[in-house]
């Protein structure tokens, strides 16, 4: 059985001061505690000759049967390659053996997963999961964002769509006719240069991504392009579509105010269709949960402006009809008077 160094100190401290205090022998003491005497007796002349005992398991410190240099090598180029991205460690085994790369064990790609700080497999979900919170205090806090499928023909095409959650604006979308992680990132990347997030001479503070646990969310190549332009992912709850109200809510207002009164026969045409819806929405449509301003005024933050001449403005239309109103009034009561 193996004992660990700190273990193997204690017994010989224990030993020493049971043979010192009673007066038994080393013989005795070894019987009792079922250790081999001769075992015993090398662990004191290693501690004499070495001043203490040595940690780690005994053996060689490299097995035989280790991964070479280049075969190591090998491994990692396998797991910095994207299109692998989100195989788990026992799939990679497998891939690698069938393709010729290398033959290495599960075990061996999972320690090097691990080395390289790569997530090597989907956790369980057992734990409850609790609501998000998302209370943004101003624009490019929080986003949410989703994908959704719309008929054409007798094909789907697949709309992914960022909104944002404090202004309500369309910051990007993109229509694919597949909807893998790369068409995400497509969307994604409009969005960042539209709202000025990347290629800029400062880093600024990216948003928070709200979404469901959709593949092309959760997948690990998607987690890490999160992870690579810092942004962090936050998810809803299971069958939960209330959690990520935003955007969907907004899939529903373009599919049922827009595109259900179109005709369209064509990618290019759905396309400029919701092109024209996008800029509709953010520029032309009062929302309600916004005062009834604009998602454009209120991103760009024209809506503290807006809404005050607003009520200025009916403020001093009141004041006018009440002004007018006690003057007829006035003239009115008089000549009934006389």
Known sequence: MYLSADIKEELMKTITDITGTYRVTLEFCCIVLELNYDRYKRWVRLCNKEGHMKKGKPGPKRAPHALLDNETAKMRELLRNEEHADLSHRQLSVVASEQGIVEASPSSFYREMKKMGIESCKKGNSHIQEKPEVKPEKPNEAWSWDLTYIRLGPFFVYLFAIIDIYSRKIVGWHLSFNASVNEMKKAWDKALCQEELVRVSKRPEMPLALSDHGIQMAKKSAKQFFKDLGIKQLFARYQTPKDNAWIESWFRTLKYDCLQFK????????????????????????????????????????????????????????????????????????????
């Open 263 to 338: 005709d369209y026969i064509t990618f290019e045409q759905l396309k400029q269709f919701i092109a024209a819806f996008v800029t509709y929405y953010n520029n032309g449509r009062y929302h309600s949960s916004l005062g009834y301003v604009t998602p454009a005024q209120m991103h760009t933050g024209d809506s503290i402006i807006i809404l005050e001449k607003r009520r200025h403005r009916k403020a001093k239309a009141r004041k006018n009809r009440f002004e007018k109103n006690r003057e007829s009034f006035t003239s009115e009561s008089l000549r009934r008077v006389a």
